[in-house]
């Protein structure tokens, strides 16, 4: 049973006194007792619905006891159980079936009580009406009637049904619900549809659902000398085949009665990921793409270039794409992570990222890399560490996230990365409890073992003053504090920020995870202050030298 009841307030009186908010003529409570009476409604527009059975349940006493009191809302909708001892209890509602359709006009609800003290308990239950969705399936091109297509709505509880000859079909006994739910249409050949659905006040007649017909893209792995590679050797050294991963994005349409579909910011979306081995030749191809969404390749835990653009959609004519993935020369990189004492950690994760994927999911580039002598040099942008924080949200819903690496941290604090390209990568670490650290390095050919540090967050309360030169006092400054990395390549987040107020004062409060400093101004001037481990027990003052 689907919990669809909400529990609105209630009152527990030890006394049996009841409360100023027990309905007028309430009966009282006798001693060591709980009482529980109240109302049901109707959920699209809260009238008091009589009628309604409602039986309660020891859920201690096993799913097959039975009912330990039953009772019928009366003509203004309420109702009241006998007293009982205090204890669990679950009451469900149900009505008797429609003489005509045999079927009940109300879903079932269910709701858990856990009254531990005597007392009173006034609760609102709220049930919904059954609805039905019915309508045509069609191409979208033709009109021509799709025969079985496979129609369900999420989180129903229902089984999909099928449409008929002439693409009809009908879902039945659905809750009449004030926000969408999700219609899912499946047929062969034809890229799936999804529309969010308001079932409100009546049931759905007369919808048309116009299917679009499924794209698909195929190609071949090849090798840097453009050789067809279709197996790789696996962890134990034997040939696998390659994998094809393929990721889409798009949102899904409210769907209005008539079936016309209206894609709005308040959409929701909807993510599909897809992935197929090669053959020994290293073909392959992808079936069942809808042409609306965003899409991007990649190769499973391997290190490729892509001939094409990096991510793509498909034309209104266009049913099918070629596409060709180059593996690319990797290394193998692997590290340990160990706490602020050398002590390795468990658990968490090590996230590796192509600088030129990282600068992809900002608006403005997060790495900024040079041409050195024909390869790319790459050095953190003057505000990454204002930035930086964001990273993990943003790969993470980016079309591309599939191009990334992940690797567990193990036993004794070590990843391990099989197969990674070559040239500057963000490696991103992070463990549960522990302040994420971002590096930046330039894998080459050979990559010896690494070690990271991670540090615990320790909450620092910070104040102080700005000051120019001649002593005076600055207010509307600029101040931040600033981690301070701690090797090679890792970059110091931006902890905490505000401005200075009035007689050149701030205060900043944060998690310290590490050593850090406060830094005053902007990118043209700016004042540090020195290098604290632990919390600054005196006011800072920082004034330029």
Not at 300 to 329: C, M, N, Q, W
Not at 476 to 496: C, D, F, I, K
Not at 525 to 535: D, G, M, N, Q, R
Request: charged share 25%.
């Amino acid at each position: 049973m689907t919990a669809s009841a909400k529990l609105l307030a209630f009152v527990l009186s030890a006394l049996g006194l009841g409360s100023a908010q027990d309905p007028p003529g309430s009966p009282p409570v006798p001693e060591g007792k709980v009482l529980v009476t109240g109302i049901v409604r109707n959920h699209l527009d809260g009238a008091p619905l009589p009628g309604i059975h409602l039986t309660m349940r020891d859920p201690t006493a096993g799913c097959d006891a039975p009912a330990t009191q039953t009772t019928v809302s009366d003509g203004e909708g309420r109702f009241r159980f006998l007293p009982f001892e205090p204890g669990p209890r679950f009451i469900v509602t149900s009505t008797r079936p429609d003489p005509v359709t045999k079927k009940p006009p109300f879903p079932p609800t269910e709701t858990d009580l856990f009254p531990e003290e005597p007392g009173r308990l006034e609760i609102e239950l709220v049930v919904g009406e059954l609805g039905s969705v019915a309508g045509t399936v069609v191409d979208e091109v033709s009109g021509a009637p799709l025969r079985g297509a496979r129609i369900g709505i999420r989180g129903a509880d229902k089984p999909p049904v099928t449409s008929g000859i002439g693409g009809e079909f009908r879902v039945s006994d659905l809750a009449l619900r004030n926000h969408s739910q999700q219609i899912q249409v499946e047929a062969h050949g034809y890229a799936d549809f999804w529309g969010a659905l308001l079932l409100g006040e009546k049931s759905v007649e007369g919808m048309t659902i116009r299917m679009r017909r499924a794209r698909s893209i195929f190609g071949t792995v090849r090798n840097e000398s453009e050789e067809p590679v279709g197996r790789v050797p696996g962890p134990d050294g034997e040939p696998v085949p390659i994998v094809v991963d393929m990721q889409g994005r798009g949102r899904i349409p409210f769907v209005h009665p008539d079936g016309a579909l209206d894609v709005r910011e308040s959409s929701p979306g909807r993510v599909d990921v897809r992935g197929v081995e090669t053959d020994e030749r290293g073909a392959w191809r992808i079936e069942g793409l809808d042409p609306d969404f965003l899409w991007s390749l990649a190769l499973r835990g391997l290190p490729y270039r892509k001939d094409e653009v990096a991510t793509f959609t498909f034309g209104s004519r266009e049913y099918s794409k070629s596409a060709t993935l180059t593996l690319a020369i990797s290394a193998r990189v692997e590290g340990r992570v160990l706490d602020e004492v050398g002590e390795p950690i468990v658990q968490g994760g090590v996230l590796a990222t192509a600088a030129s994927l990282v600068n992809e999911v900002f608006e403005e580039p997060l790495i900024l890399l040079e041409k050195q002598e024909g390869r790319d040099v790459a050095r953190w942008a003057p505000d990454a560490a204002d930035r930086i924080a964001s990273f993990p949200e943003r790969i993470s819903s980016s079309v591309r996230m599939r191009e990334t690496h992940l690797a567990r941290i193990g036993s004794e604090g070590h990843f391990q990365f099989p197969s990674v390209e070559r040239g500057p990568t963000l490696f991103f670490v992070r463990r549960s409890g522990y302040a994420p650290k971002a590096i930046l390095r330039d894998v080459g050919a050979e990559e010896a073992p690494w070690e990271v540090r991670l540090f615990e967050g320790k909450g620092v309360s910070v104040k102080g003053r700005v000051l120019d030169a001649e002593g005076q006092a600055r207010a509307g400054v600029p101040v931040r504090a600033l981690g301070v990395s701690g090797g090679e390549g890792e970059l110091g987040w931006t902890l905490s920020q505000t401005t200075t107020v009035a007689e050149g004062a701030f205060f900043l409060r944060f998690d310290a995870a590490g050593p850090w400093r406060i830094v005053a101004g902007d990118s043209e001037a700016t004042v540090e202050s020195e290098i604290f481990e632990e919390a600054a027990e005196e006011e800072i003052t920082l004034r330029p030298r």
